[in-house]
Antibody, heavy 121, light 107 residues
């Protein structure tokens, strides 16, 4: 059964870089049928897709954050990572990693449990 | 970006009620829509994909309908385990976007 687990610091200072890792188990991150994505949810607000990565390293980002987001993949460890630079309090929220599919099946399933990241000095 | 608008934002209902949640897209997304259930502190769970296809293992009291710009998630007979927040996701065009969520509360 495919499972995803987010990890990383729960507190980041303003202007610094938020870094999270998602560890995939139960399936290979190198499966050519899958994309791997990051989604976040600020407190009391809706979900926002941040970007996806393919096992080859190719990426697609949300244009609203494109200049600050970097997503990378580590196939040897079945992990993919998120870096969000120059964070502000508006970047506080729960960050989820999830699997998506190639082709027309671009919904996200399953999701990790999520990790709360607070941006504060 | 395609905007997804859900209504209502909160819904109060009783066990056994039939409930319907609507998701409207700002432009046509054909049937490229998924529905999720989320409980506090838990990962979102896929219920419906391609607007009306029931995910394996999801109870048949959940159903989805619609195409184009208007979609509905229906729970035919609300059960205690169904009190949660529901949200939609369009995957017709990037950036993939989500509805704001509908919280189903106990009346």
């Amino acid at each position: 059964q495919l499972q995803l687990q987010e990890s990383g610091p729960g507190l980041v200072k303003p202007s610094e870089t938020l870094s999270l890792t998602c560890t995939v188990s139960g399936a290979s991150i190198s499966n050519s049928n899958y994309y791997w994505g990051w989604i976040r949810q600020p407190p009391g607000k809706g979900l926002e897709w941040l970007g996806n990565v393919y096992y080859s390293g190719s990426t697609r980002y949300n244009p609203s954050l494109k200049s600050r987001v970097t997503i990378s993949v580590d196939t040897s460890n079945d992990q993919f990572s998120l870096k969000l630079s120059s964070v502000t309090a508006a970047d506080t929220g729960v960050y989820y990693c999830a699997r998506s599919y190639t082709g027309n099946s671009k919904w996200f399933d399953p999701w990790g449990q999520g990790t709360l990241v607070t941006v504060s000095s | 970006d395609i905007q997804m608008t859900q209504s209502p934002s909160t819904l109060s209902a009783s066990v056994g009620d039939r409930v319907a949640i609507t998701c409207r897209a700002s432009e046509s997304i054909n049937t490229w829509l998924a529905w999720f259930q989320q409980k506090p502190g838990k990962a979102p769970k896929l219920l419906i994909y391609k607007a009306s296809s029931l995910e394996s293992g999801v109870p048949s009291r959940f159903s989805g309908s619609g195409s184009g710009t208007e979609f509905t998630l229906t729970i035919s007979s609300l059960q205690p385990d169904d009190f949660a927040t529901y949200f939609c996701q369009q995957y017709n065009s990037s950036p993939w976007t989500f509805g704001q969520g509908t919280k189903v509360e106990i009346k």
